[in-house]
Nanobody
C-alpha cells in the first residue's frame, strides 16, 4: 500500500492550497481516509477525514469552514482544499488510511503517506 501526498508549499496568510493523496496497492472501499498534520515540536493532530465508500466528512474545529476534504474514486485520490490559511496551519501534512476505529485518532490509521510541508507566512 502506498499513499503519496503532494501539493504543499509556501503561501501567504489568507491564501489557498490543495493537497492531494494518491492511494495505490489495494482497494480502499470501507476505509477511512484522513489528513493529519504535525507542527514543529507538537503532536500529530487530526485535520479531516472521510469514508472512501461515502458518507460524512469530519473536521477539526479549527479548520471547519476553511478546509474541505474530498475524493476522486476514479483516480484513487483524496484531496484537502485549504482556504483562508493562517500561520498556525503551518505543518507537515500527512494522509492516512484506516480500516476502522476512531476516525480522529492517529492510532487507528495503519497506512501513512510521507508528508508534505505547508508553510503559511504572515
Amino acid at each position: 500500500v502506498q499513499l503519496q501526498a503532494s501539493g504543499g508549499g509556501l503561501v501567504q496568510a489568507g491564501g489557498s492550497l490543495r493537497l492531494s493523496c494518491a492511494a495505490s496497492g489495494r482497494t480502499f472501499s470501507g476505509y477511512a481516509m484522513a489528513w493529519f498534520r504535525q507542527a514543529p515540536g507538537k503532536e500529530r493532530e487530526f485535520v479531516a477525514a472521510l469514508m472512501w465508500s461515502g458518507g460524512g466528512t469530519y473536521y477539526q474545529d479549527s479548520v471547519k469552514g476553511r478546509f474541505t476534504i474530498s475524493r476522486d474514486n476514479a483516480k484513487n485520490t483524496v484531496f484537502l482544499q485549504m482556504n483562508s490559511l493562517k500561520s498556525e496551519d503551518t505543518a507537515v501534512y500527512y494522509c492516512a488510511a484506516a480500516r476502522g476505529g476512531e476516525l480522529t485518532s492517529r492510532y487507528a490509521y495503519s497506512y501513512w503517506g510521507q508528508g508534505t510541508l505547508v508553510t503559511v507566512s504572515s
